[in-house]
């Protein structure tokens, strides 16, 4: 079957420290994956996107990497600040060219990342 | 452009009553999604709409429950005879294409007594 595996339901990371999450999945072939972050109560909010043929992609202190091979991201955020306690969730695009046009992305059921001061 | 716009934010419903969310997409936004999250998870996908064709419907969209969106601009959702396990946050996202992300609006919380 299908899944998808945030690993940690929960991180605490001093702060100032890079907290790295990961996202695992199996028996999928994304076209894209993305990362978004969650705060209660509200809805999830897009971060980083990165393509199946890209290796990194970096957007402040956010930065993302994507191994086809190992079917794994790991979602890293460096000098960590207690701002950026929140849920981490990770999605992938399981659309495929032959179904284009039914594009959704399945969502892990995401990290609870605590940024201690 | 203020977002994605739900309506109502919260709301509480005994079991049987039927009961109807609204989602405002972003403006130019061709696509419109409805997903569900429960407390410690991640969303589901509950259905798909590009413009005002519904694409596709999740098996977790029971025929208790039906969307809409009419003229391809606001969407709603409707649960009838709402049953305790349909408690959740319903929420919402819209964009133009799927490498561009989503942008969720903020959920309706529905609670079931």
């Known amino acids: 079957s299908q899944k998808i595996e945030q690993n940690s339901e929960a991180l605490n990371i001093q702060e100032g420290k890079t907290a790295t999450l990961t996202c695992n999945y199996t028996?999928?072939?994304?076209?894209?994956l993305q990362w978004y972050r969650q705060d209660p109560g509200r809805g999830p909010v897009f971060l980083l996107l990165i393509r199946e043929n890209e290796k990194e992609k970096r957007k402040e202190r956010l930065k993302v990497t994507f191994d086809t091979t190992l079917k794994q991201s790991l979602f890293h955020i460096t000098a960590s600040q207690p701002a950026d306690s929140a849920t981490y969730l990770c999605?992938?695009?399981?659309?495929?060219?032959?179904?284009?046009?039914?594009?959704?992305?399945?969502f892990g059921t995401g990290t609870r990342l605590t940024i201690i001061p | 452009d203020t977002g994605v716009s739900q309506d109502p934010r919260h709301k509480i419903t005994k079991r049987g009553q039927n009961v109807t969310f609204r989602c405002d997409p972003i403006?130019?936004?061709?696509?419109l999604y409805w997903y569900r999250q429960t407390l410690g998870q991640g969303p589901e996908f509950l259905t798909y709409f590009q413009n005002e064709a519904q694409l596709e419907k999740s098996r977790l969209l029971s025929d208790r429950f039906s969307a809409e969106r009419p003229k391809g601009s606001f969407s709603t959702l409707e649960i009838q005879r709402t049953e305790q396990g349909d408690s959740a946050m319903y929420l919402c996202?819209?964009?133009?294409?799927?490498?561009?992300?989503?942008?969720f609006g903020s959920g309706t919380r529905l609670t079931v007594v």
């Open positions: 999605a992938l695009d399981i659309s495929t060219i032959s179904n284009f046009g039914n594009e959704k992305l399945t």
């Open positions: 403006s130019e936004h061709n696509r």
């Open positions: 996202a819209s964009n133009n294409e799927l490498r561009y992300g989503y942008t």
């Open positions: 028996n999928y072939s994304p076209a894209y």
